[in-house]
C-alpha cells in the first residue's frame, strides 16, 4: 500500500463531555469526559490508521498539553514526527447536552509560531524519507503563520511525485489553490466564498468546481454538502452522492473522516468515483459516534456497502 503523511499545524487536545443541561451561572456537573488528539490533520490520520492504512502525522506541538498531545496519540498506534516550538498547544471542548441531543464546541486560540518554528515544520513534511505519495495538509493556521503556508507546500510539492491533499479555508485555501493541488476538499460554504457567490442551485455548484479544475487550481474537487450530500468534480466527471439518513451523534471530525477515506481509497489504486463513497462512508460513520472518537471501521464498511447496494453497477 502507498504511503501517507499528514501535516496539522494547529493540533489541539480535543475534550468531550456531556451534561444534562447547559445553564448560566450554575455550577454543571459534566459526565464522560473523553480527551483525543485532534486538528485536522491528526483527526485524517486517525480515521486513516482505523481503516486501516499506514500513515505518518506531521504536527509542531508545545508545552505540558503537547505533550499529552503525544502520549495520547502514541497510544493510539499512529507514527507521528513532530516539531518542538515554545507555546502551549491549543485545547479544544465539546459539550453534549443529554437533555436535548443538542452539542456546543468551542475552539480555543491557537499558538503563536516564529518562523523558525513553522520553517521546520515546513522541512520536516518534505524532508520525509521514504518521501510519501500523498501529504494531507487539512486544519487552521496558528497566529504567525503566513497564509500562503500552504501554497509553498504545493509549490514544493509540485516538482515531486508526492500528491498534496488540501483541506482548509479562507485566505489559506484561496492562495494555495493558486498554486495549484491535486484534491480540495471545500465545504458549500468555502467554496461559495471562493466563487463569490451563492450556490443554492446544483448547476452552480459543478460550475465552481469545474471552474476551479479548469484554471488549474486542483485535479480533483471534493465538495461536502452535510445533509445534501457530496459532489466529485474531475476533468472527467462529474459525481453526486446523496447523503445518508443518520441520527447524527456529534459532527465533530466528519469532513476529517471523509478525507481520511477518501485518501485510503486513492492510496488502494481505487477509481475517484469508489475512492470517494469510501470518503462519504466514513465521514457517515463519524457522525453516529459520539464526542470526537470519528469513524469506525465496522461502520464504514457498512455504510459503504450500503452505497453500493443503493446504486448497483454505480462503481464498476
Same mark, same amino acid.
Given at each position: 500500500?502507498?504511503?501517507?503523511?499528514?501535516?496539522?499545524?494547529?493540533?489541539?487536545?480535543?475534550?468531550?463531555?456531556?451534561?444534562?443541561?447547559?445553564?448560566?451561572?450554575?455550577?454543571?456537573?459534566?459526565?464522560?469526559?473523553?480527551?483525543?488528539?485532534?486538528?485536522?490533520?491528526?483527526?485524517?490520520?486517525?480515521?486513516?490508521?482505523?481503516?486501516?492504512?499506514?500513515?505518518?502525522?506531521?504536527?509542531?506541538?508545545?508545552?505540558?498539553?503537547?505533550?499529552?498531545?503525544?502520549?495520547?496519540?502514541?497510544?493510539?498506534?499512529?507514527?507521528?514526527?513532530?516539531?518542538?516550538?515554545?507555546?502551549?498547544?491549543?485545547?479544544?471542548? %465539546?459539550?453534549?447536552?443529554?437533555?436535548?441531543? +443538542?452539542?456546543?464546541? @468551542?475552539? $480555543? &486560540?491557537?499558538?503563536?509560531?516564529? *518562523?523558525?518554528?513553522?520553517?521546520?515544520?515546513?522541512?520536516?513534511?518534505?524532508?520525509?524519507?521514504?518521501?510519501?505519495?500523498?501529504?494531507?495538509?487539512?486544519?487552521?493556521?496558528?497566529?504567525?503563520?503566513?497564509?500562503?503556508?500552504?501554497?509553498?507546500?504545493?509549490?514544493?510539492?509540485?516538482?515531486?511525485?508526492?500528491?498534496?491533499?488540501?483541506?482548509?479555508?479562507?485566505?489559506?485555501?484561496?492562495?494555495?489553490?493558486?498554486?495549484?493541488?491535486?484534491?480540495?476538499?471545500?465545504?458549500?460554504?468555502?467554496?461559495?466564498?471562493?466563487?463569490?457567490?451563492?450556490?443554492?442551485?446544483?448547476?452552480?455548484?459543478?460550475?465552481?468546481?469545474?471552474?476551479?479544475?479548469?484554471?488549474?487550481?486542483?485535479?480533483?474537487?471534493?465538495?461536502?454538502?452535510? %445533509?445534501?450530500?457530496?459532489?466529485?468534480?474531475? +476533468?472527467?466527471?462529474? @459525481?453526486? $452522492? &446523496?447523503?445518508?439518513?443518520?441520527? *447524527?451523534?456529534?459532527?465533530?471530525?466528519?469532513?476529517?473522516?471523509?478525507?481520511?477515506?477518501?485518501?485510503?481509497?486513492?492510496?488502494?489504486?481505487?477509481?475517484?468515483?469508489?475512492?470517494?463513497?469510501?470518503?462519504?462512508?466514513?465521514?457517515?460513520?463519524?457522525?453516529?459516534?459520539?464526542?470526537?472518537?470519528?469513524?469506525?471501521?465496522?461502520?464504514?464498511?457498512?455504510?459503504?456497502?450500503?452505497?453500493?447496494?443503493?446504486?448497483?453497477?454505480?462503481?464498476?
Amino acid at each position: 500500500m502507498k504511503r501517507i503523511a499528514t501535516l496539522t499545524m494547529n493540533p489541539s487536545v480535543d475534550l468531550t463531555m456531556a451534561v444534562e443541561q447547559v445553564l448560566p451561572t450554575r455550577k454543571l456537573r459534566c459526565d464522560h469526559p473523553r480527551r483525543d488528539p485532534g486538528g485536522g490533520g491528526i483527526n485524517v490520520a486517525r480515521a486513516f490508521h482505523e481503516l486501516g492504512g499506514t500513515v505518518i502525522a506531521v504536527f509542531p506541538a508545545g508545552g505540558p498539553t503537547g505533550l499529552f498531545l503525544k502520549e495520547i496519540l502514541r497510544r493510539t498506534g499512529i507514527e507521528f514526527d513532530d516539531v518542538e516550538f515554545k507555546s502551549l498547544t491549543r485545547e479544544s471542548f %465539546s459539550i453534549n447536552e443529554t437533555s436535548t441531543g +443538542r452539542q456546543f464546541r @468551542f475552539v $480555543l &486560540p491557537g499558538p503563536v509560531l516564529t *518562523v523558525e518554528e513553522w520553517e521546520s515544520s515546513l522541512r520536516k513534511i518534505t524532508g520525509l524519507d521514504p518521501a510519501p505519495d500523498y501529504v494531507v495538509a487539512s486544519g487552521s493556521l496558528p497566529r504567525g503563520v503566513p497564509d500562503d503556508f500552504y501554497a509553498r507546500l504545493a509549490a514544493i510539492l509540485k516538482g515531486s511525485e508526492t500528491r498534496m491533499i488540501l483541506d482548509t479555508s479562507g485566505e489559506p485555501l484561496r492562495i494555495a489553490l493558486e498554486e495549484g493541488v491535486y484534491l480540495v476538499k471545500p465545504n458549500l460554504e468555502e467554496l461559495a466564498e471562493l466563487a463569490g457567490q451563492d450556490l443554492e442551485e446544483p448547476a452552480a455548484q459543478e460550475q465552481a468546481c469545474r471552474e476551479l479544475i479548469d484554471r488549474g487550481a486542483a485535479e480533483v474537487v471534493a465538495l461536502t454538502m452535510g %445533509s445534501d450530500g457530496a459532489l466529485l468534480v474531475s +476533468r472527467n466527471d462529474t @459525481f453526486r $452522492l &446523496p447523503a445518508i439518513q443518520v441520527e *447524527v451523534k456529534s459532527a465533530v471530525g466528519a469532513g476529517d473522516s471523509f478525507v481520511g477515506g477518501l485518501t485510503l481509497g486513492l492510496v488502494r489504486n481505487w477509481p475517484l468515483r469508489e475512492a470517494f463513497c469510501l470518503g462519504m462512508a466514513a465521514g457517515t460513520s463519524a457522525l453516529i459516534a459520539p464526542g470526537t472518537e470519528l469513524c469506525r471501521r465496522k461502520d464504514t464498511e457498512e455504510y459503504f456497502r450500503q452505497i453500493c447496494t443503493r446504486a448497483p453497477g454505480l462503481l464498476g
